[in-house]
């Protein structure tokens, strides 16, 4: 290809850096901008990487100003993603934002409708979309496997007794804009939402807690990820959701950085016609008189080579989204009134579906009256 897609960078710490390994695999890729309010940090990242020396700024908006630029990716704190992604939207630059896609619903909402309105590619960077586990799962379930949907759990947690991220991006609300609710719910039900395809949450509740992360002993144990700064702990470490679609479905969520246990369990979904089970995908249903259970032998994948490639992919081509920001956005709404509920000691909250998201939402997969 002789044209090169010129991609900026807004954050240059260890996450722009994970795509930025991605991104230099793809011949055609220019590495042409990138800022970071740390301008030392911008400064490493832009020689370790070739970006020219001109064109490192502290401001992203000075970057968006002065160098053209054809895709970014938005790899700031959670609750910086919603600034940045709609100064380049309005710029005319495709984004690929960093999960989750903002820190509130309206901040996702405000994404949405600016990508809309400016016609360019908005995709929040989920690479369990990618997952040949994932989308396997939604293969079995659009195939009638859940026809009658009525219960699921959907978790992360795995390898989680002890895994605060210790950054303060992740632990100080006033720049994360919530803990693992945020962190590692959006991906809970990102999987879950795409397997079920996208039902009609009606109601939540849910409730958070800061179980481990003030604990000066539980901080001090060597964990996989290392210790955190409990002063400075403001956000939960544990969540659990209660989510009520149409036809009175049930999902549960539940998601830890820290616990006094090895995991949450597996997440499952039980339909009329059977059921599956993730990590590994497991298929139960009743087959010629007798129960099976089917474990589904899937391929090996790095799921950030899609990530990363299908973006681009979608740039070059004049494509939509590869993840349709509508879902994410929809996610977001369900994150915002769990919080809600859980700010509220768990009291019921009724969910609000805009006119920008209702095309997306499935009526058609959950139990029958």
Aim: with cysteine; charged share 25%.
């Amino acid at each position: 290809m002789d044209k090169k897609i010129k991609i900026g960078f807004v954050g240059a710490g260890g996450i722009a850096r994970a795509h930025a390994k991605y991104y230099k695999n793809i011949p055609f890729v220019e590495f042409e901008a990138v800022s970071d309010i740390d301008i030392e940090k911008a400064k490493e990242f832009a020689e370790i990487y070739g970006v020219p020396k001109e064109n490192v700024f502290k401001d992203y908006v000075d970057m968006f100003d002065k160098v053209q630029l054809d895709g970014v990716s938005i790899c700031t704190p959670h609750k910086h993603h919603v600034a940045p992604t709609i100064y380049a939207l309005k710029r005319g630059v495709h984004v690929l934002v960093e999960k989750p896609m903002a820190a509130t619903a309206s901040d996702a909402l405000e994404m949405l409708r600016t990508a809309i309105q400016y016609r360019r590619i908005l995709m929040v960077g989920f690479q369990n979309r990618f997952s040949p586990e994932i989308i396997s799962a939604r293969r079995f379930a659009e195939s009638g496997l859940l026809k009658g949907f009525y219960y699921g759990e959907t978790v992360e947690g795995r390898e989680r007794r002890r895994a605060v991220p210790p950054r303060l991006s992740f632990i100080d609300k006033e720049l994360s804009g919530g803990g693992v609710l945020l962190d590692l719910g959006c991906y809970a039900i990102d999987n879950a939402m795409y397997i079920l395809g996208y039902p009609e949450a009606i109601k939540v509740s849910g409730y958070i807690y800061t179980a481990l992360g003030k604990d000066k002993e539980a901080a001090s144990v060597v964990g996989s990820w290392g210790s955190w700064d409990v002063e400075k702990f403001t956000v939960e470490d544990f969540a659990v959701g209660k989510i009520v679609f149409k036809n009175n479905a049930v999902l549960w969520l539940k998601v830890a950085w820290a616990m006094h246990n090895d995991d949450l369990g597996r997440p499952f979904f039980l339909g009329l016609r059977g059921g599956l089970k993730l990590y590994p995908l497991e298929i139960y249903r009743d087959e010629h008189g007798y129960m099976t259970t089917s474990r589904v032998v899937l391929p090996q994948k790095d799921v950030w080579v899609d990530k990363i490639g299908k973006f681009v992919e979608a740039i070059i081509n004049g494509l939509d989204s590869p993840i349709d920001p509508r879902e994410s956005v929809y996610e977001m709404i369900i994150i915002d009134a769990l919080y809600r509920s859980a700010y509220n000691g768990g009291e019921e909250v009724k969910i609000y579906i805009p006119d920008e998201v209702k095309a997306i939402v499935n009526n058609n997969i959950l139990l029958v009256e």
